[in-house]
């Protein structure tokens, strides 16, 4: 009997699966809540009166199809999976202790349709060009000011309103170059305006990711729904600014960032990275005549053009805040003497107080002859007496908002409304604003459209807040990019006021902009390269990342100096509780732990206690309060890698921030009950070494990928640098002391040098087990094929501090011959077999001198090389 051949599924006819699709959707859709206008059905009335999906959507499942829509937990976990991947956090100042979070991104887009933002498009162009004419009066004439149209109390009680900028006339007279408005959709369906970001806009690295994530997620939808790219409006925005420089497009753009701590850091690298600039810090910089620098390396490189995410108060710390060290010191006045483009102009995040919403109609009209395209919620400043008296009964129905920032108290996190405060709030509240009316704003209450939010099988209705971006040509035109970062409510959101807080746990979702023309095909991915290019390449090396690489090179081999000779010492400090050790050399343990700081200076001598010492080593590996040894050096080297993540694999930089809690949780409390009382059973002892061996492995393991993993530039060479500086220093101090107090005499010294320099196993294979001096200091001193001797490492400092310092060969040559030369020591002289003396004084002044001349080349170093003021000499690229 044959077996039963199986039936191919009839096909489904596309309308027929579009129709299923679409049935989905709505079965799993919630209502919005009444009052909002339902994006998902185009309509702000109930399901009953609205039944069907609104064009935009039904286009999207069209698109996307049945099995587009069962694959919805997929694609989420995979979007899920791309951030971690991606690596885009946003940082929460107050968060548990834990301040990187992944960047919460939604599955499904907000759509925005052609006609829809041509009005959006029209309004922000129009705003844009009324907010730069009206600094530019400010600034200048003060019409506005003298004619009342601006309260001059609102304006110049703003502390982001600077004297300082006062008569600037910025290039090409822009003002602001890149703007950011928050809009929401009412429940008529009509776009309004709840507020502006003038000073330094954030999520444009945001809105990216945002597009690089989502679009691949529904690749048929985005392109048979002619979605409109984003590249050509980022390529405009960096040909705008650099045509505002003399240079041209030969002008050096680069974003200026608080640092690793700020909470949308992500968006300013990956930004950077997209664009093809520079990420800069505020020490990277500085002011020469008039002009702005990169400090690298190699010298100091012209900036033309400072995308800038530092605010106002920060910048300068020789005008605005004296004590910012995020700033660059002459800025402003590299910015008045034309030396530099400022984006944006500091002095123009007054324009943000939500107390101006009310005016923007009159200034319009006096600014552009033209009303308001695109109009502002409704909103009421308390510092005009009427206002206030007429607003004070109705302050139940409002929102109330700080007018200058930093409000503080109540209104720390932003707008509330009085049903949100207990009864002592409310008339602490009153009594503030009773007070000071003008420090205060109400708002009329908003009712922010609602967006599909997918949800464990369901599409929640959420609060969507968008904000879109207004780039400026450099020649008194605007475009506006076509999509925006579209902020999503939590769950229960009422969007007060329309401001959703990603600090406060708000989502983010990709925003379309389909348009009914031509998709701009423009890529921003590099132009391929020619063998001019390859051959004439050179990555420039900035000066705070040159600091960060010296000093982890030096915080590395100072965690592996410290925690070998922890190993050493509580080896040693066993022997001596068993009572077989010469006092020499516990004499030199004591005092290497103590110059290395490894132990309290109120911690007794070994010769005294050394179970008190054991647990002091201990408690320092584990991170005692104080104490810069092993832990200390640990933290540090995370710090370091944290601000190197361009330049360090991702392997190490997880590996140096896993080292410190995995030897802390290994290691016995540093203050246990039997700590100082009772002898460590063996088990305990051999638990506390493996922690440190295993500790010791993966040191080795970053060694090996600072050593094999990344390239040989100068980069490298500088982190190898300081490397070979700690060496140098530790391997000194070690034989400094070792013949000082004799211990080299006595087998067990002399097997501990050779352990703390790394060397027993090449010693044996040289030497098998002869015990002599003149042996022992040829191979740690002399033997150039030996990566631990002093001769290798200094050589090895020399030759790698020349070559990144070729920039500047005569002072390079001055410092290099200061370092010392091992290989040249009389030591056959000094320890001659059979002579009657041996001349430990000769050797020990040597080895202190060496000790010395490392220290300072770190002087040297900083001074040369990172701070460039090694003199008057001074390289500068144009």
Known sequence: MSAPQSQAPLATPAHTATEEAMRLALQAALPARPGHFDELRGSSQAPAAAPGLAPLWQAFLEATGTSGWLDCAHKHERVRHRVREDGATYNVYDDGGQPQRAWPLELLP?????????????????????????????????????????????????????QAVHGLKPAGEVWLHLLAFDLIKQPDGHWCVVAQRTQAPSGLGYLLENRLVIAPQFPEAFKAMAVQRLAGSFRSLLQGLMRLSPQGER?????????????TYFEHSFLARYLGITLVEGPDLTVRDDQLFLKTLHGLERIDVLLRRVDDDFLDPLELRAESTLG???????????????????????????????FWPGVAKALLNEPLHLPSSESWWCGEAA?????????????????FPGGGGLLGAGP??????????????????????????????????????????????????????????????????????????????????????????????????LTDGQVDTTSLLPQALTDADLLGARRPVASRSAENLFWLGRYSERAENALRLIRCALDTLGAQQRGRLAPAVLTMVDTLCRQLSLLPWDTPAAAQDPQAVSQALLQGARGGPGLYSLAYNLQAMQHCAQALRDRLSTEQVQLMHELQHRLAQALPPAHSPTAASEQPTPSHGADTLAALARTATDLAAVTGMQTDRMTRDDAWRLLSVGRQIERLDFHCQVLAQAFETGAVHDEDGFALVLALFDSTITYRAQFQS????????????????????????????????VKLARHLPAW????????????????????????????????LAQLN??????????????????????????????
């Open 812 to 843: 390079a040559a001055e410092v290099a011959g200061h370092l010392p030369q091992p290989d040249t020591w009389p030591m056959a002289t000094w320890f001659a077999p059979g002579a009657a003396a041996d001349d430990t004084a000769a050797l």
């Open 416 to 513: 509330v409304t009085l049903d949100q405060l207990s009864p002592e709030q409310t008339q602490t509240l009153l009594g503030q604003m009773q007070q000071d009316p003008a420090a205060y704003t109400v708002l009329a209450p908003v009712q922010a459209s609602q967006t599909p939010v997918w949800t464990a099988g369901q599409l929640q209705p959420r609060g969507a807040v968008l904000r879109v971006y207004a780039l400026s040509d450099g020649q008194g035109g605007w475009q506006v990019l076509p999509g925006g970062l579209t902020r999503i409510g939590r769950p229960g959101d009422q969007g007060t006021g329309g401001w959703l807080s990603m600090q406060q746990g708000s989502a983010s979702a990709d925003t379309w902009v």
């Open 251 to 263: 002008a050096r753009v680069a974003l200026l960032t608080p640092g690793p701590l700020n909470e």
């Open 770 to 801: 002869r015990r002599e001096v003149l042996a022992l200091l040829h191979l740690l001193v002399r033997d150039t094929d030996n990566p631990r001797s002093l001769a290798w490492v200094a050589r090895t400092m020399r030759e790698r501090f």
């Open 328 to 358: 660059v010191p002459g800025l402003l006045q590299a910015l008045r003497s034309g030396g530099v483009v400022l984006a944006n102009v500091p002095g123009v995040g007054w324009l943000e107080s939500p107390g101006l919403q009310a």
């Open 387 to 403: 206002v206030w008296q007429r607003m004070q009964p109705r302050l139940g129905e409002l929102v109330v908002a700080p007018t």
């Open 849 to 878: 001198e060496a000790s010395a001349q490392a220290r300072q080349l770190c002087v040297e170093v900083e001074r040369g090389l990172f701070a460039h003021v090694h003199g008057s000499q001074q390289v500068v690229w144009q």
């Open 110 to 162: 907000m759509l925005i349709g052609p006609q829809e933002w041509q009005r959006i498009e029209r309004g922000v162009q129009q705003r844009a060009k009324l907010l730069n004419a009206c600094l530019a009066d400010v600034y200048g004439p003060g019409a506005l000011l003298a004619q009342g149209l601006l309260p001059p109390q609102l304006v110049l009680r703003h502390p982001q309103y600077l």
